[in-house]
């Protein structure tokens, strides 16, 4: 049987290369990307923690969290690119060095 | 469980539950309008919806608190933070009514998104839950990401919005895997499982840790704590005012909440680990919240510093963790509620005065009390309050943190916690000073404009926002004892 | 336990020498006289007018999002599916209030024009 540390390391893998792309890319599709990449790294660590962490497998928290968040990372999604678009619409840009209105 | 029960006890989530149904209905009343018509109607409607929830939440306060489904529980804080989250709605609604252009046409979906805020908002108060406390700051999030780019004449605010989603939904990864942390350290979702697994010397305590620090980057950014707090400005300036208002207070009084009930009531046992690391985060907080906000020339993006600063007063109540501390944080959270909206609005009927620019320059202030005495008095009463010059509301609410964070032993924070409102003291003056004692530079043409009457509905909260203000400073120990914290 | 894997490795490791290997020799080996007509695009195909980097029209993306929306919701429809067998009244109420909330969701997008191809 696999461990768990070894889910956990691929989890924490997973969601440093989202960091990654979050932090690097300057393009706001790319960054969402990243994003949803973070949360299916949480999604990994739920399933794990739920085969094989501390609680009753009977107790199917971890699953259900990791159904909730795939449906909470699509809404983002759909919000986000709505947001992207709109952007889109009015700046022919989304690079997000390009938006430079605000600031103090 | 028995079905029977279930639906007696979801009677804990009656203010959630009538805000929901009413978004159904104002949606289905939206599609049901022809063309332009009824946007006063929709106001109206959601104005009234708010108003049964809290009539919902005072029906069922003084109720034995009740756990419902393992997820949420009704106990005196959450609902003393419903009742703040509640009134900012509220006055949110009725600064929304006349401010955007966009609202004729799509008022069906910016009011429905407001009161989903709302109730994203209340959730975050009476989870106890991992589950049900990131699915309410979902739920709010995404709603004040649309909401601040909803005035689309203006590049800034859907600017802001943008920035507004891409650094919240990257804190809220944080969230979400400092919650999976949790979740594997304690072996359940329950905040008392959790505390209990780990209490009793089970569960894997090497993971709790990493979990709060990686939850502290997601309330952390959510309630604009000082290394997180890079958005603030920005998405404050940016977003359409009455918004900028409504989430100001929203905001803070759900991820405090949330974050409040999380700590004391999952990890207690790890206090001694996580109050320093906070304590030194609210030091921060205050400090560069209040040195940054003497530097702005906007009054908005003061307005927004001055809540950070705010937001690490509140934080001093938590690394108290107490009981009193808690209910001290409600108060003050009711009380900067009011204060807060209020010069918020105080801002809107300027912006209006000034040709709507959706921001106003401090410069522009100078000499405000000739020309608009009024509304300069209500300023200088919201700005005094923040400030916490007694006997005004943020006093008490100031003082109340203070004492419980004295009485729990953190003397050299609250220490700290003064300097910084004497500092802050300078610009909230300043304000006051510009709009008694100046001139206004140009005076000439500054004179020459029309006076433009703020709207009916501003002037409404403006008034409730002074009778607030004074009322709750001049009879402190009467919503002192309302207002109830965690374990009371 | 982790011997089974060791299979999968030495699949893997297969799977991406032989290919690398094939490409690799290709280009070694194979003989290369290029000319025009070898380096279009499509070497026996119609020429391409135009930009080949063009913009979607929004419209799309509208239909895009409202679908990826409801198509993961109906992820929230597939315990219940599993579990029919066991449910109690109160998880049955509970998933047509969700329905509900779908269908409400959806008239909303079809009244608003949402799903209008202009």
């Known amino acids: 049987m696999v461990p768990l540390s070894w889910y956990l390391m691929l989890a924490a893998f997973l969601f440093s290369c989202g960091l990654y792309g979050a932090l690097a890319r300057r393009n706001a599709i ?52 709505a947001l992207i678009i709109a952007v889109y619409r009015e700046r022919r840009t989304i690079d997000v060095d390009e938006l430079d209105l605000l600031s103090g | 469980m028995d079905t029977a029960l279930l639906f007696d006890n979801a009677v804990v989530l009656l203010p959630e539950l009538v805000l929901a149904v009413g978004v159904m209905v104002l949606m289905m009343v939206d599609i049901g309008r022809r063309g332009q018509n009824g946007s006063q109607l929709l106001a109206g409607l959601s104005v009234a919806i708010l108003l049964l929830g809290i009539g919902a939440s005072v029906m069922i306060w003084g109720r034995a608190p009740v756990e419902y489904l393992d997820g949420a529980i009704s106990d005196g804080f959450a609902l003393s933070v419903r009742l703040v989250i509640l009134i900012a709605g509220v006055l949110g609604v009725l600064l929304s009514r006349n401010w955007f252009p966009a609202i004729e046409r799509q008022g069906g979906a910016f009011y429905s998104l407001h009161l989903l805020a709302v109730i994203g908002m209340m959730l975050m108060g009476t ?362 | 336990m982790l011997s089974q894997y060791f299979f999968i490795l030495i699949m893997s490791g297969l799977a991406v020498v032989l290919p690398l290997a094939a490409i690799v020799m290709g280009h070694f080996l194979g003989p290369r006289r290029p000319d025009e007509i070898k380096n279009d695009i499509y070497e026996s195909g119609v020429e391409t007018i135009g930009e080949t980097w063009v913009q979607f029209r929004a419209q799309y993306y509208l239909i895009g999002l409202v679908f990826v929306v409801f198509d993961v919701e109906a992820l929230f429809l597939f315990p219940i599916a599993v579990a029919y067998q066991q449910l109690e009244m109160f998880a049955v109420l509970a998933t047509i209030f969700f329905v509900l909330l779908l269908v409400i969701g959806l008239m909303y997008d079809w009244r608003k024009g949402a799903l209008e191809w202009q």
């Not at chain 2, 009193?324 to 009380?335: G, I, P, T, V």
């Open chain 1, 30 to 81: 790319a960054m969402l990307m990243g994003i949803e990449l973070m949360l299916n790294a949480a999604n990994i660590n739920l399933v794990a923690f739920w085969r094989h962490g501390v609680g009753p497998m009977e107790d199917l928290t971890g699953q259900a969290f990791a159904v909730l968040i795939i449906g909470l990372a699509a809404a983002e999604a759909a919000v986000g690119l």
């Open chain 2, 127 to 488: 989870a106890t839950n991992l589950i049900v406390l990131f699915i309410a700051l979902e739920i709010f999030s995404l709603a004040l990401y649309i909401l601040s780019g909803f005035y689309r004449e203006n590049a800034r605010s859907i600017e802001a919005a943008m920035k507004y989603f891409l650094l919240g939904a990257f804190a809220s990864t944080f969230f979400v895997y400092g919650c999976a942390l949790l979740y594997g350290a304690g072996g359940s979702s329950k905040f008392t499982q959790i505390h209990e697994t780990l209490a009793t010397g089970g569960g894997n305590p090497s993971l709790v840790l990493p979990g709060i620090a990686l939850l502290l980057v997601g309330f952390g950014f959510k309630v604009s704590l000082v290394p997180f707090h890079m958005w603030t400005p920005d998405v404050y300036q940016g977003a359409p005012t009455p918004v900028t208002a409504f989430m100001s207070v929203g905001t803070k009084a759900a991820a405090f909440a949330g974050f409040f009930r999380l700590m004391m009531t999952a990890l207690p046992s790890f206090h001694d680990q996580w109050a320093m690391p906070l304590a030194i985060l609210a030091v921060l907080t205050m400090t560069v919240g209040n040195l940054t906000a003497l530097r702005q020339s906007s009054v908005k993006r003061m307005l927004a510093y001055s809540g950070i600063a705010h937001a690490g007063n509140i934080l001093i109540a938590l690394v108290a963790g107490t009981a009193a501390a808690s209910s001290a944080a409600a108060f003050y959270l009711f009380a900067y509620a009011f204060m807060n909206i209020g010069a918020f609005t105080v801002t809107i009927a300027l912006e209006r005065q000034y040709g709507n620019e959706n921001d106003v320059e401090q410069s522009r202030l100078a000499g405000a009390a000739e020309r608009f005495p009024v509304l300069a008095a209500a300023m200088a009463i919201f700005m005094l309050s923040l400030s916490g010059i007694p006997p005004l509301a943020g006093f008490f609410g100031k003082f109340l943190v203070f004492k419980a964070a004295v009485e729990a032993g953190w003397a050299w924070l609250v220490v700290i916690g003064v300097l910084n409102s004497a500092v802050s003291a300078y610009y909230y003056l300043r304000i006051v000073v510009a709009m008694y004692f100046q001139q206004p530079e140009q005076a000439g043409d500054e004179k020459e404009q029309p006076f433009v009457p703020a709207s009916r509905s501003s002037v409404f909260v403006v008034v409730v926002s002074v009778l607030a203000v004074v009322v709750i400073g001049l009879q402190p120990g009467l919503w002192a004892d309302l207002l109830r914290g965690l374990g009371q």
